[in-house]
């Protein structure tokens, strides 16, 4: 998120309501703004195609379990090297070396582009569907992954409104071509699998123009570009491991209980292909659309009132300030996240509550069956606990605790997996409460250790961990210097 805060900043500065409500939209874009964008296509196509008369249920499930496993699994890929190019790409902003960060681009989508045709290779070793059919889910889970990557380095330039632009052009796309073939399809019907494909096709195909539009702005943004060294980013696995493991085990930990959940009691199959859990994995995208608030205020409380005082107190830490002035900024900056923090969990808390209180008069009025509501109201709590550890992993990127961070994550992940594995026999009974205890016990636990690192801030900022000394002549490192002699293009 760094960078847009001198922006949110001049907003606040304005004392008009109108100027507040910019900013907070502003940070909506930024943070949830892509995702928010993805949802509501994904929610428009699956309401338009409950009116194509031709299409039957199967049809329209095919088509949304084949976005569905792109979007998931293009997550838990993203996080393998996600904090890692994050932070490389920072160092090389920091140390005016901007002219390699498209290479390192260029080098993370190759490994991207791996790790997706490994996933895509097991998957459709069971995969049931027609060739055609895979070869597109192929085509639209390496582009979902190719769009995060891109992403990624665009939110790294600050470049947001290209972001915002290339998905609402890509959105109305897939929105458009959806509609008309769906009112077509009738016409192209030339095997059981043609109508999913069809709309599947459509979908992809406003994600290739998102795609396209990310890659121009990319383009646009590295103006300064080289090829060389595209795997050196590869030296931080060993330097600072412990991003790898946050990073990778926070996105798995994320999914770790549906796919649990996906063989317990419940569980479907689709043409031998796909499994899933219609109950509890509609809950839980529910219970995830109620944290986009946390999201949007996390954003703006880090970026206006903590950031200021957070560089004013390393500011005299690096640059020799007076030990009086080091405790007073120190006390300052305490002071303001601890009112952040508390503003962060009292309004998600009343939005979460009054959402636990309302699902069910809302739901009656819909027609929704009751055990949807019952696990709906526990992944409601659990994701109000998964929030809140992602917004205190990020503090604590923040101060620079890797470590803290990784063992919050890997808290989040084990407790989920083995929670999910011991309710599995309740059945109905036990969905949801996995989800519940594991991410708030990881919660409770990233907050201690929030408050424990911060009330000895400035003895770690003076004393940095052993981690930060890079370690030679170790695996990564030699095989990033490796493929960058061999890289030819």
Not at 298 to 316: A, D, K, L, P, Q
Not at 400 to 420: H, K, P, Q, V
Not at 451 to 469: E, G, N
Request: glycine share 6%; net charge positive.
């Amino acid at each position: 998120m760094a960078g847009i805060g001198f922006r949110l900043q001049k907003l606040f500065q304005e004392d008009y309501f109108s100027s507040r409500f910019k900013a907070y939209a502003f940070a909506g874009l930024v943070t949830a703004g892509p995702w928010l964008i993805v949802i509501a296509t994904i929610t428009m196509i699956q309401w338009l195609t409950s009116y194509f008369g031709d299409l039957s249920r199967e049809q329209r499930e095919l088509f949304n379990l084949s976005v569905s496993y792109c979007f998931i699994f293009s997550q838990v890929i993203f996080g393998i090297q996600q904090l890692v190019v994050t932070r490389y790409v920072a160092d090389l902003i920091y140390e005016k070396r901007a002219k390699e960060v498209f290479s390192t681009f260029i080098g993370m989508s190759k490994g991207t582009l791996l790790f997706a045709t490994i996933f895509a290779g097991i998957f459709f070793f069971f995969s049931n569907l027609p060739f055609y059919f895979n070869v597109l889910i192929f085509l639209l889970f390496v582009t979902i992954n190719m769009i995060w990557v891109m992403f990624l380095f665009l939110s790294a330039a600050k470049n947001y409104q290209a972001v915002a632009y290339s998905f609402i052009t890509g959105a109305l796309i897939s929105l458009g071509l959806v509609l008309w073939l769906g009112f077509h399809v009738d016409r192209i019907d030339f095997s059981p699998y043609s109508s999913s494909f069809f709309l599947l096709a459509g979908f992809t195909a406003g994600m290739i123009v998102t795609l396209f539009g990310l890659l121009f702005a990319m383009l646009l943004t590295f103006g300064s570009r080289t090829r060389e060294n595209q795997f050196s980013y590869l030296s931080y696995f060993d330097k600072f491991p412990s991003l790898f493991w946050t990073g990778f085990l926070y996105n798995s930990g994320i999914w770790v209980c549906n796919w649990v959940i996906w063989f317990g009691e419940g569980r479907m199959t689709l043409f031998d292909t796909f499994v899933y859990h219609r109950i509890y994995d509609t809950a839980i995208f529910w219970s995830y659309l109620t944290i986009i608030p946390t999201m949007i205020i996390f954003v703006v409380s880090v970026e206006t009132r903590f950031y200021e005082r957070y560089r004013i107190f390393y500011g005299n830490v690096n640059e020799g300030g007076t030990l009086n002035a080091i405790k007073q900024s120190k006390l300052r900056m305490q002071r303001v996240l601890k009112e952040e923090m508390e503003r962060l969990f009292r309004s998600q808390g009343v939005i979460s509550l009054l959402v636990l209180l309302g699902i069910g008069y809302i739901t009656a009025i819909v027609g929704v069956e009751d055990r949807l509501i019952t696990i709906f109201r526990f992944t409601t709590v659990g994701a109000f606990s998964n929030a809140m550890v992602l917004v205190i992993t990020l503090i604590l990127l923040y101060f620079e605790d890797r470590r803290g961070a990784m063992y919050t994550s890997i808290i989040f992940f084990t407790l989920n997996l083995t929670l999910s594995l011991l309710f599995l026999p309740l059945g109905y009974d036990g969905y949801g409460l996995s989800f519940s205890i594991g991410s708030t016990s990881a919660f409770l636990f990233a907050l201690l250790r929030l408050v424990a690192f911060i009330d000895k801030v400035d003895y770690h900022a003076f004393c940095r961990p052993h981690d930060l000394v890079q370690r030679e002549r170790t695996l990564f490192s030699r095989t990033g210097r490796w493929l960058n002699r061999r890289t030819f293009i």
